[in-house]
C-alpha cells in the first residue's frame, strides 16, 4: 500500500494551540482491493523530533537529561501510574523549519547538555503513535566529553529546566532493566546503543588518538 490508497475527502483545523490537531475525512484501499466506508480521524500534530543518545567513549559514561514532563504529571493521575512527572531522558528536540534532523541533534546536545558533538551517527527513525499522531523521532547517538558535564540547562524562552548528568554505561543499563526509563525516545536510543557500544567505544577511541 501506499499513500495513493488514500482519499481524503475533507480536512480541517479543529485545534490550534502550542500544538495542533487536524481532522480528516477520508476513505482508503483495503486489503481486498475494495474502498473502506468513509472514516472521521483526528490527527495531533506535534512536530517531528530528535532524540540523541550521548557518549563518552574514554569514561564509557553516558550523559542524561531530567526534566519536567506535562504528559508524565497526567498520567500520574492514573491509579496504575506510579512514576513521577520529572523523566530520566536522552537530549532531544523539535525539527524547526528549514533544518535537518542532523541540524537538530547537533543543536539540541548543545542546548540541553553543554556538550558538543564529536562524532554522530544515525540510528533510526520511527512513529510514536501512529494512530493518532504523525509525529516521526529520528534517534542519533553521539560522541561527547562528559568530563565538565553537569548543571541545569535549556533557554528561558521555553521555560525549559534540564538537569544534566553523566552515568557510567553499567549504571545506566541497570535502570533501563529496573524500567527506570519511560519515554520511548530514550528507551529506543538505548537499547540500540547496548548492541553497538564496544563497536562505538573502539572505533570513537581509535579516532580521538
Not at 28 to 42: M, N, P, V
Not at 158 to 163: A, M, P
Amino acid at each position: 500500500m501506499s499513500r495513493d490508497e488514500v482519499e481524503v475527502i475533507a480536512k480541517e483545523v479543529a485545534y490550534k494551540g502550542h500544538f495542533s490537531i487536524d481532522r480528516y475525512r477520508l476513505r482508503h484501499r483495503k486489503f481486498d482491493g475494495s474502498w473502506s466506508q468513509e472514516l472521521d480521524r483526528e490527527v495531533f500534530e506535534r512536530g517531528h523530533g530528535v532524540a540523541v543518545a550521548l557518549y563518552d567513549p574514554d569514561r564509557d559514561e553516558l550523559v542524561l537529561i531530567e526534566q519536567f514532563r506535562p504528559g508524565a504529571m497526567s498520567a500520574a493521575k492514573m491509579p496504575w501510574y506510579d512514576g513521577s512527572p520529572w523523566l530520566l531522558e536522552c537530549v532531544a528536540g523539535i525539527i524547526d523549519d528549514g533544518e535537518t534532523p542532523e541540524d537538530v541533534a547537533r543543536r539540541e546536545v548543545l542546548e540541553e547538555s553543554g556538550c558538543s558533538v564529536s562524532s554522530l551517527e544515525y540510528v533510526c527513525k520511527y512513529m510514536a503513535s501512529p494512530g493518532s499522531s504523525s509525529e516521526t523521532v529520528f534517534v542519533y547517538c553521539a560522541q561527547v566529553d562528559s568530563m565538565q558535564v553537569g548543571g541545569i540547562y535549556g533557554l528561558d524562552q521555553e521555560c525549559e529546566d534540564i538537569r544534566v548528568f553523566a552515568v557510567p554505561v553499567n549504571e545506566a543499563m541497570e535502570w533501563l532493566d529496573e524500567g527506570r526509563f519511560v519515554n520511548a525516545l530514550t528507551i529506543v536510543a538505548l537499547q540500540w546503543f547496548r548492541h553497538h557500544q564496544e563497536r562505538l567505544r573502539h572505533a570513537w577511541r581509535t579516532a580521538g588518538l
